[in-house]
């Protein structure tokens, strides 16, 4: 049955082929331009399908939670919601760091503990 519709397919593409129909596309002659070149030629494929269905690699969905937690600590007011929020923040970056073999220090650093110790400073000092 596959090997039909196979036959039928592909007899249905010589015919429009000799009539024309795919004489006018972008990019004719060309090579099919990728999304990424720096993936293993083997794995392009499904990556190109997880990309389609609207999934993204753990890396990515990572800096995007860090992304979404910074933009809320930015609007909070509350001390102990900056606080539990810097918290939260400074556990993702740890692991990101941690799971993706950089150092703290690098790509992505832990800008608010600095403001988390003059918090914790200044309840010391009262």
């Known amino acids: ?4 519709f196979q036959i039928i397919a592909e007899q249905r593409i010589l015919e429009a082929q000799k009539k024309g129909f795919f004489d006018n596309f972008k990019g004719k ?5 990728t999304d990424n070149q720096n993936i293993a030629h083997e794995l392009r494929m499904a990556y190109k399908i997880l990309k389609n269905s609207g999934c993204l690699p753990p890396e990515i969905e990572l800096k995007q939670e860090i992304n979404k937690t910074e933009q809320l600590l930015k609007g909070l ?4 919601e900056i606080i539990k929020t810097q918290d939260k923040l400074n556990f993702l970056i740890k692991k990101y760091n941690i799971n993706y073999g950089f ?24």
Not at 1 to 4: F, G, L, Q, R, S
Not at 29 to 33: A, F, S
Request: net charge positive; hydrophobic share 30%; proline share 5%.
């Open 1 to 4: 049955m596959i090997k039909a």
């Open 29 to 33: 002659g060309k090579p099919l331009e």
């Open 77 to 80: 007011k509350q001390e102990s």
């Open 103 to 126: 150092s703290v220090l690098n790509e992505i650093n832990e800008k608010y503990f600095p403001k988390l110790s003059k918090l914790t400073n200044k309840k010391a000092d009262n």
